[in-house]
């Protein structure tokens, strides 16, 4: 499927402007070119497009809301420059499984004053000697470098975060609401004739999102088993160093 498609598979009849988040992971882009998407998806803050073919980023358009790039598993070699341009406010990129080499590649990257975040897991530049002392050296800004810190600690998972969030809007709500107990019952009743509804109103092209979004875990789910192995690795190696 053409990414154009994809764009309007996803969008199911609303306006670009109103979505926050786009995947279109495992498309097609002809020429190894992003089309479809445009200044109008003025508030997308999550962005991916894993295994997309994807060679340039020259006509990613203005999107200066956007916080997280998923671009893994693509043949990215450079060009980042465009980043901070297109998108000043990044704090997450992932660009593991690409086809970057070296440092010059990166130093595009220093404009992205908000960067906290950044994946090259898989990338040849993660062989280079010193690699990990050598980004966070150049990349002053970020905090995460293929998952891990300076001191090797991981980083929070994100959705722990959002749950954080969550958990304080529901003590809110908790204050004001009915007795402990009563709104479980309720909210369980809806989920489940949501549920009934979202089933039976289902149709081919929601399918194909499911598809893709089950896609995409596996894609995330087994970069991470690598990045730990790879990680575990190069731990061993320290301690090989350090005897």
Known sequence: MEMKTKINQELRNRAPEELTQLILDN????NGEIEGLNDTFKKLEFLSMINVELSSLARLPNLNKLRKLELSNNKISGGLEVLAEKCPNLTHL????????????????????????????????TTLEDYRESIFELLQQITYLDGFDQEDNEAPDSGAEDDEDGDEDDEEEDEAG???????????????EEDDEAGSELGEGEEEVGL????????????????????????????????
């Open 212 to 243: 893709s979004y089950l896609m995409r875990e596996e894609i995330q789910d087994l970069l991470g088993e690598r990045k730990e192995e790879w990680m575990k690795e190069r731990q061993r190696e320290r301690e090989r160093e350090r005897d």
């Open 178 to 192: 009915p007795p402990e107990g009563f709104e479980e019952e309720e909210e369980e009743e809806e989920e489940e």
């Open 94 to 125: 992932n660009l593991s499984g690409n086809k970057i080499k070296d440092l010059s590649a990166l130093e595009a990257l220093q404009n992205l004053k908000n960067l906290k975040s950044l994946d090259l897991f898989n990338c040849e530049i």
């Open 27 to 30: 498309c097609h882009c002809v």
